[in-house]
């Protein structure tokens, strides 16, 4: 799966950009669009797309009751549990909390205890779940939040698009999925406006 299709990509190159032939470039469209996704992603700190997890947390510190899932909305929320015991041979003994004892915000992917904290130590909490929009919801083009990501998205291949025909190449030297010491990719104003939106922060 992924956020953006083809036909959108297109449809906007062929509205905005100098030049848009797609029957020549839409195999440049290919080689720079997964990359970009990729990139914005590791930028926003989420996957965005609809994954099945099993997240192990950390407890740093004692008085926590809440821990932060690696993506959100959450669709669907399995179990939370705590860590019991590990044997000599470093198998693990996971008891599960019951329902009633954590409350999960789907919206905003944070799960806290109701009347107790988590135990400090390593790899103490448990959560299996599935966040993510779905195929259907980023097809839908009906959330406030799909609509930023595919206008961020958008909005950087249109303009790598435009550095690529310009040199005439299809790549860049350097890739969106390897971000080397030496990136260091120039957002514009709006762009960093939307990252701000959509990006996971310490709450």
Not at 82 to 99: C, H, K, N, R
Not at 150 to 161: A, C, H, T, V
Request: contains cysteine; charged residues 25%; negative net charge.
């Amino acid at each position: 799966m992924a956020i953006l299709t083809t036909t959108e990509i297109s449809d906007r190159l062929a509205k905005s950009a100098t030049g848009y032939d797609p029957l020549k470039d839409n195999g440049l469209i290919g080689l720079d669009w997964p990359g970009v996704e990729a990139m914005v992603k590791r930028r926003c700190r989420r996957n965005f797309e609809s994954t099945a997890y099993t997240s192990y947390f950390n407890i740093s510190e004692p008085g926590i009751s809440r821990v932060i899932l690696e993506d959100w909305p959450v669709s669907a929320f399995t179990s939370l549990s705590y860590l019991t015991a590990v044997s000599s041979a470093g198998v693990e003994t996971w008891q599960a909390y019951d329902a009633g004892d954590y409350v999960v915000d789907l919206n905003e992917g944070i799960v806290r205890l109701r009347y107790d904290e988590f135990s400090e130590g390593i790899r103490q909490v448990k959560a299996v779940y599935t966040a993510g929009y779905t195929s259907a919801q980023l097809a839908a083009n009906a959330l406030d939040e799909v609509l930023i990501l595919k206008s961020l998205l958008l909005s950087i291949i249109q303009r790598e698009y435009a550095i690529n025909k310009e040199h005439k190449r299809h790549m860049r030297s350097h890739s969106f999925g390897d971000e080397s010491t030496t990136y260091n990719f120039d957002f514009t104003f709006d762009e960093l406006s939307k990252i701000r939106q959509l990006k996971r922060w310490e709450v």
